[in-house]
């Protein structure tokens, strides 16, 4: 073999030692390339879910606030009835004389009694009731500011009722203010 054909022969093992050696660091890059790609899916991922929690989580909060906010609107609007049966009850003093006074009275009475009765409806429409205070003394929903003593009641029954008490279903809104019996030894 002469000098030109081992040189051809050399020459032709490098390009092909050449071309294998970047065959093998394109199968190597085409891995990583393919696991940084599929990353930066997963990263992009990730990052939308991440911002749709966050604004699932911002949605959640003003839902909250606002139904925390406007609980009691019904509440509000059956309380307004009873504002307007007191705005007519004042006007209707504001036009008595002394001719009609007698007459404005007798119709001031019966238009408080009609409005505190239906102010009962809207407080048991709303689940407000009265805290029953016959019987024995129930800490749980009494508060006795005074003892009294009483040969009509046994010790430790309700007396006297100084202030209603009233619960929200099961839940007290104000103790009743009542007087309890004490016996004498």
Do not use: W
Request: hydrophobic fraction near 35%.
């Amino acid at each position: 073999m002469s000098q030109e054909e081992q040189n051809v022969e050399e020459t032709e093992a490098e390009e092909v030692s050449q071309t294998e050696e970047t065959e093998e660091e394109t199968v190597e890059a085409d891995p990583l390339e393919a696991a940084l790609a599929e990353a930066a899916e997963y990263k992009d991922k990730y990052l939308r879910a991440h911002a749709d929690f966050e604004n699932a989580k911002r949605r959640l909060e003003k839902d909250k606030m606002n139904a925390v906010s406007y609980a009691n609107e019904s509440f509000a609007k059956d309380i307004l009835a009873v504002i307007d049966s007191f705005e007519n009850a004042l006007a209707s003093i504001e036009s008595a004389d002394e001719e009609n006074t007698s007459e404005v009275l007798a119709q001031m009475k019966e238009g408080v009694n009609l409005t505190y009765e239906q102010l009962k409806k809207i407080l048991e429409k709303n689940h407000i009731k009265e805290v029953d205070c016959s019987g024995a003394f129930d800490p749980e929903v009494h508060q006795a500011i005074m003892q009294v003593e009483s040969d009509a009641h046994e010790e430790g029954d309700v007396v006297q009722v100084m202030q209603k008490g009233y619960t929200i279903k099961d839940r007290i809104l104000r103790p009743a203010m009542v007087s309890t019996c004490k016996k004498n030894d």
